[in-house]
Each structure stands twice: as C-alpha cells, then as structure tokens.
C-alpha cells in the first residue's frame, strides 16, 4: 500500500499548491492515469480494507500502458510545475522521433522482390507494401527494417513504443473510440443540491448512496457499489427533463 499512499499524496500536494496559487485543481481521469483510477475508486466506492492498485481495476488497461507512461502524463507535468526543463527536453525530443520515424514508416514503401525485407519476413511479398504495414507484422522490428534500409535508428525506446502504436494499433483506436464515446455522457455534471427524493423509480438503498456520496458526474454516479444502470438511466432522464424545463423558464 505504501504505492497507493504515495499517490494519494502526490495529487494532494499537487492541490495544496494549486489552491494556493489559485490554480484549477488537478483532477487525474480514469482514462489516462492509474492514479486516475485509484482516486476516483476511492470517493466513489469507498473501502473497508486496505486498497490495493491492481491493473484489473481499469477499465481502460490498453491505454494505460507503461511503456506510453511518459506520454500520457509529462505534458500535464510540465503544465503543473513538477517537470524541469532537462527532462522536458529530454522528453519533446523522444516525441519528435516517435513523430518522425512513425511518419517515414507510412510514407515509405518496399517493392516484391527485396532479398533483405523477404529474409526478414520468411516469405515472398506479393505487393507493395509500406514500411509502417510491415512493422505490423508478427516478429518483425523496426531495427531489422533499419539495418535493411541503412537508417541509423538506434534509440530502442522510441523504437519499441512505435512498434506497440503499430502492432496494436486497431486495438487501440477502438479503445480511444469508446472513451470518447463513455465520457461525452459520463462527463455530465449533476448539481450538488440534486433532491434525489424526486427522482421517481429509484430505490431506498440507491437514494441513500446517492445522497451519501453526492457523485459530482454521472461517471461517479455508475461506479458507485449498488447503483445499477437501470438507476443511472433513471438518473439521466431526470436531469434531461429537468434541464429541458430550466431552458423553458430562461427562455419565457
């Protein structure tokens, strides 16, 4: 646990100084950080043992990945204060190759007939076929296909994390495809004064939750223990009407 406590620290740290400064809080989602993950579990699940970080827990394990770590939270670090400007430096130029290397791989093609790409492939190509399609291929690297075509590539973590954007890219982009999806709905605010006594069809257990709790978006809503989704639908509808009815009153 000594993990989970240190992560919990780190983002009150990170708040103490924002409120501070009078910064916005940070407020890591589920989709981009284990950490994201953990907290919200926490304010809206609760715990009555001791919480352990288990990669189960997300829903969203494809994407948060540690090889893209870097990635997905040194932006958000540098725009926070917590990232020095060596390792800014350090982090823009690995960017920079991923973005250039990425580029020539789907902008270059090989021909049938390379001795060198067929040895690596094991087989005769058929067609043409660009770089980026080939790096697709199981067992095939980017370093083969460098040495092949005398690019001195030799950074292997830019060239393992190109590798992993390739090979697993469909899986990927659906991923990114439903998160997107989830947090146009998920994302909806419920008001802090919501009377959940007029919400009809909601039992006494989801009420009492829900007024316990006081989930701040309809994510939080759903990630309670015993909201069911017949609930968050009911809960959906009920701030549709009522924002429906607010509109009316503003426009008379």
């Known amino acids: 646990g000594y993990e989970e406590a240190a992560a919990q620290g780190l983002v009150a740290g990170i708040n103490a ?11 890591p ?3 981009e950080s284990y950490i994201g993950v953990l907290i919200d579990d926490l304010i809206t699940m609760g715990t009555k043992e001791p919480y ?5 827990r997300a829903e969203y394990r ?20 917590l990232i020095a400007d060596d ?17 020539y791989l789907g902008k270059n093609f090989c021909q049938p007939g390379n001795a060198a790409i067929e040895t690596i492939l094991g087989q005769a190509m058929s067609r043409e076929y660009s770089l980026a399609d080939l790096v697709k291929r199981p067992g095939v690297t980017i370093h083969q296909l460098a040495r092949a075509f ?8 830019v060239n393992e994390q190109i ?35 007029k919400i009809a069809g909601l039992s006494n257990e989801v009420r009492q939750k829900l007024e316990l709790i006081r989930p701040a978006t309809i994510g939080q ?24 009815q607010t509109d009316q009153l503003k426009s008379a």
């Open 87 to 103: 390792r800014w430096r350090r982090y823009c130029e690995k960017v920079e190759a991923i973005d250039a290397r990425t580029y």
């Open 150 to 157: 005398g690019l001195d590539w030799q950074d292997e973590e």
């Open 29 to 31: 989602a589920r989709s």
């Open 163 to 197: 590798e992993i954007d390739l090979k697993y890219e469909g899986y990927i982009h659906r991923q990114q495809e439903e998160i997107e999806r989830v947090q146009a709905q998920q994302t909806q605010e419920i008001p802090a004064d919501l009377d959940y006594s």
């Open 62 to 81: 494809l994407i948060l990945r540690q090889d893209n770590a870097d990635r997905r939270l040194t932006e958000k670090g540098r725009e926070l204060g």
């Open 221 to 244: 809503a759903g990630r309670i223990s015993g909201v069911t989704p017949a609930a968050v639908s009911l809960l959906l509808i009920y701030l549709k009407k009522h924002r429906h």
């Open 52 to 56: 352990r970080m288990f990669t189960s």
């Open 17 to 27: 100084a924002a409120v501070c400064l009078g910064l916005p809080a940070f407020t």
